[in-house]
């Protein structure tokens, strides 16, 4: 978890220095935005979220403890890392529109 938040935070420095050298903060909303909202989606999709009930259940029953273990640190993570990509681009949003 500290590693995506940490990895998260880095893309938003990366994202402000870009957008500081080219003097337009519509980059960070840009890139952050971009980053964040993949993100969470990808780790929507890992979780299940857009399966239906009777899938997700199968699904559930198929699967192992430890497959499900590492499939919830895996979209934990990515949604660690997409949280501050999000809050970077909805502050810059209002400096940049």
Do not use: Q
Not at 60 to 68: F, I, V, Y
Not at 75 to 90: D, E, K, R, S, Y
């Amino acid at each position: 978890m500290k590693k995506a938040f940490l990895s998260g935070v880095a893309v938003c420095l990366i994202s402000v220095l870009i957008s500081v050298a080219a003097g337009d903060w519509a980059y960070l909303y840009k890139i952050s935005g971009a980053c964040g909202l993949g993100a969470i989606l990808l780790s929507a999709l890992l979780s299940g979220v857009f399966a239906s009930g009777g899938r997700f259940g199968g699904n559930h029953h198929s699967e192992t403890k430890e497959h499900r273990d590492s499939s919830s640190k895996m979209t934990n993570g990515l949604a660690v890392f997409g949280l501050p990509n999000l809050l970077a681009a909805g502050i810059s949003f209002f400096f940049a529109f």
